[in-house]
């Protein structure tokens, strides 16, 4: 099974650029998030999607998301910042409260 | 409020045995997860508790205790492919998992 994939694995963008992180997971899972990791600090959930159709209400500046269908939720960076310099991680699991969180190996995002 | 604490480093010796705290802070709690994440890989689940007590997985074992608020991870017969960093991870009564930031474990031979 792939499991969670995630690509690019590396990208390097200007300030004020646009792109697109993807992912995809194969395990039907319902719950979909982006998470952000950086040096010092706890994964810190960007946004989520319990189920294709869904996302979070609130959306963080900067950022952009869509769930299409069950297996792919990209996170889009509108106009991308230094300050989103960081290893950008995607989840998925089943949603029950005891369930694994599926992570994909992550994109190394720098911003210039 | 919520939060969760962990040693940044530990270095341990290959074959001893080696206990990562993990503290926290919650008003409502639906379980306690352990993952191991190596250098540039993503994380993998290594335990779940959410009654006190220890579970033993292995050379793993994980230990909650929800009254002071306090896990931890014991690693027995330590071996060189143990070096990574081991995240615990609350999840919170809205069901969001609330991370620690992990703690880097170093093993010498």
């Known amino acids: 099974n792939a499991g969670v994939t995630q690509t690019p694995k590396f990208h390097i963008l200007k300030t004020g650029q646009s792109m697109t992180l993807q992912c995809a997971q194969d395990?039907?899972?319902?719950?979909m998030s982006w998470y952000r990791q950086d040096p010092g600090m706890g994964l810190r959930l960007i946004y989520y999607?319990?189920?294709?159709?869904?996302t979070d209400k609130e959306v963080p500046n900067g950022y952009n998301v869509s769930r299409l269908n069950t297996e792919d939720f990209p996170l889009r960076l509108v106009s991308a910042a230094p300050s989103q310099t960081s290893v950008y991680l995607c989840a998925s699991s089943s949603g029950r409260p005891d369930a694994l969180t599926h992570f994909g190996n992550g994109t190394r995002l720098t911003v210039t | 409020g919520q939060n969760i604490d962990q040693p940044t480093e530990m270095t341990a010796t290959e074959g001893a045995i080696v206990q990562i705290n993990c503290t926290y802070q919650?008003?409502?709690?639906?379980?306690l997860f352990w993952y191991q994440q190596h250098a540039g890989e993503a994380p993998t689940f290594l335990s779940y508790?959410?009654l006190d007590g220890l579970e033993e997985k292995g050379r793993f074992s994980s230990f909650l205790s929800r009254s002071k608020g306090y896990s931890y991870l014991l690693l027995k017969e330590l071996q060189m492919k143990d070096s990574a960093s081991y995240l615990c991870a609350f999840m919170d009564s809205n069901y969001q998992l609330i991370w620690g930031a992990g703690t880097k474990l170093i093993i010498k031979p």
């Open positions: 508790n959410v």
């Open positions: 999607s319990a189920a294709a159709g869904t």
């Open positions: 395990m039907n899972h319902g719950y």
């Open positions: 919650t008003s409502g709690f639906n379980g």
